[in-house]
């Protein structure tokens, strides 16, 4: 199960240029029929007959985008690890391909194996995988959610929902990156509509965020602990192997650091819905606590640390990040 990224620093920086060009058909075309409206049966059949990625993997250099990040050995390192392969350019659709192929492995594995989570926290995720496809296809409309999954069946493969929901995560937060690139463009060009857009769409996407964390680790802490987690310690992957060291995550936390100057003249008619993104920030570290608990990181060692418990380092990242994105 491999997913194609683009580099972070290869996204989007302006809403409009997440509409498909013509040169990337079958993405494009996939696209525009969802947008149409798809029944819950078809659904899956038609986002199976997606082809897969034409011509060889295009590179070059990537654009400065003002934010540090290198694809060390780490990055590099941990995208190996969930089967994830980097591309710089955006050709044959990339990125609009990523989104279909984890909303195709949502709900594959929500019908396969089913899921706890609510139908408002499914909803979430679900939704905003639909309204960021359909806006590739240059169109606005959010559609129905079509699927509604079993409840959970508890002999899931714990390592199968493992790597879907992390493909998931990845193109969440990547779709979060192109939302704040899209808010700080459009508020430098005094362009009021398009920076509150670009807002509630991050505030709607860390709420999908919160929502692939419980989906991720739908399983007991014995099949963590036994499967799934030896997998992510030596000799397997290297000491200090961590989930914080996905490359997009890491991409997104400089951002944040970019983003907080333009948060110093917020325009009074956007505070509200700046407060209501950094609650939604909040909850998605609260979601990630949860997660970890339940896989005793209350009391046990977090993998990048040793030291601390994984809750502290969680709830420690929660109060700096929040910080960051606070009204300086």
Partial sequence: MTL??????????????????????APLRLARRLAAGVSGTDLLDRLRALPARSGAVALAERVDSGVPYTYDHRLREFDEHFGVRRVDLDT???????????????????????????WARWSALVSMLQTMIVRCAGETADLPVAVRPPLLRWHLDPERRWRVGHHVFFVVTQCLIVALQSFV???????????????????????????????TAEFGANQYHHTVRPTMEPPFVSAGFSGLLSPDHHYLVRLF????????????????????????????????????????????????????????????????????????
């Avoid at 279909?100 to 396969?112: F, M, T």
């Fill in 185 to 215: 463009t459009a508020l430098g060009e005094d362009d009021l509509e398009g920076a509150r857009r670009g807002l509630r769409l991050a505030t709607r996407l860390l709420d999908a965020s919160s929502a692939a964390f419980v989906f």
């Fill in 4 to 25: 194609i990224l683009l580099h972070p620093t290869s996204l989007p920086r302006r809403e409009e240029q997440l509409s498909l060009a013509v040169d990337a058909p």
């Fill in 92 to 118: 044959d659709g990339v990125f609009a391909r990523s989104l279909l192929v984890a909303y195709r492995s949502l709900l594959e594995e929500g019908l396969a194996s089913g899921t706890r989570m609510s």
């Fill in 257 to 328: 650091a970019e983003v907080r100057p333009a948060l110093r003249d917020l325009p009074a008619d956007l505070v509200a819905d700046h407060a209501a993104f950094v609650r939604a920030l909040g909850a998605v570290y609260e979601s990630h606590k949860y997660v970890c608990a339940r896989f005793g990181g209350d009391t046990g060692a977090s993998l990048r640390t040793g030291a601390l418990p994984a809750v502290e380092v969680l709830h420690a990242l929660k109060l700096a990040r929040t910080k960051i994105v606070g009204r300086p």
